[in-house]
């Protein structure tokens, strides 16, 4: 009988050993089970779902109604130098008749000078009003035919419902002396005046005669003021006051040029 080489053997004892290790860690050993198909197909289905169910309310919703547009702001112009407004006047007790204001501007330096007829039936005067700006001093030489600077008080644009306020010195001029226009813009309306039809604003307020912090005479003014034409086409005045006799005095708008 051959001898076996010891080294030969000790090797092959080995191998056989771990050969045995191996089939006995795999046979004991628990193999993780594989995912699961169905849970993969529950999780897919699931999103598919929700996107459904997403896509279905974003169709179903009314679409959102666009803002309704903002209102149109009406903008002034500035008023400009060689135009030409002529006003038909009617006052209340008649003292005079076939009454005309024409109103002529002109330029005056750096600012507009209005110079001003007044025609009636028993004759004519001739004067200068004063410089269309807002609180310029010619302001307190003027009386009715001063409602021609109102629109140098009012901004470039209003809005119904806007409460404005504006004045100036009443004659005889002096310190805490003034005649103040309180006012608000109550509506915009189409107007007719001789001279055409107008959008304006109207403007309803109460002329204050002031002195010393005290009102000594009231009167109320309704004015039509156009923006496009930055001035009044039609103005009436309810109630006497200091500087004028007639109770009622309405002027509009005969000629633009």
Do not use: C
């Not at 995912?35 to 529950?42: E, G, H, N, V």
């Not at 009386?143 to 021609?148: C, L, S």
Request: glycine share 8%; hydrophobic share 45%.
């Amino acid at each position: 009988m051959k001898q076996q080489d010891p080294l030969a053997l000790a090797v092959f004892g080995a191998a056989l050993a771990l050969l045995a290790g191996l089939l006995l860690y795999v046979f004991f050993s628990e193999t993780p089970a594989p995912a699961t198909p169905a849970r993969t197909f529950d999780l897919v289905g699931e999103v598919r779902r929700q996107v459904a169910s997403l896509t279905e309310k974003i169709r179903d919703k009314p679409a959102a109604k666009p803002l309704p547009p903002s209102p149109a702001v009406a903008s002034g112009a500035r008023l400009e130098a060689g135009r030409t407004w002529r006003y038909k006047v009617v006052v209340e007790p008649p003292t005079w008749r076939d009454i005309i204001l024409t109103y002529r501007t002109q330029r005056e330096g750096a600012g507009i000078g209005v110079l001003t007829d007044f025609v009636h039936a028993g004759g004519k005067m001739n004067f200068h009003l004063g410089t269309f700006a807002a609180g310029h001093p010619s302001h307190a030489n003027t009386r009715f035919p001063g409602f021609f600077m109102h629109a140098s008080y009012l901004p470039p644009s209003l809005k119904e419902g806007q409460r404005l306020a504006w004045g100036w010195p009443w004659q005889p001029a002096r310190p805490g002396r003034m005649k103040r226009y309180e006012g608000q813009v109550a509506r915009w309306e189409n107007i007719q005046v001789p001279a055409g039809i107008f959008t304006a604003a109207v403007i309803e307020a109460d002329l204050l005669y002031v002195e010393e912090g005290k009102v000594q005479a009231r009167a109320r003014e309704t004015l039509w003021y156009v923006p496009k034409l930055a001035q009044v086409v039609k103005v009436v005045r309810d109630g006497r006051t200091p500087d004028e006799g007639s109770r009622r005095i309405v002027a509009e708008l005969a000629e633009f040029r």
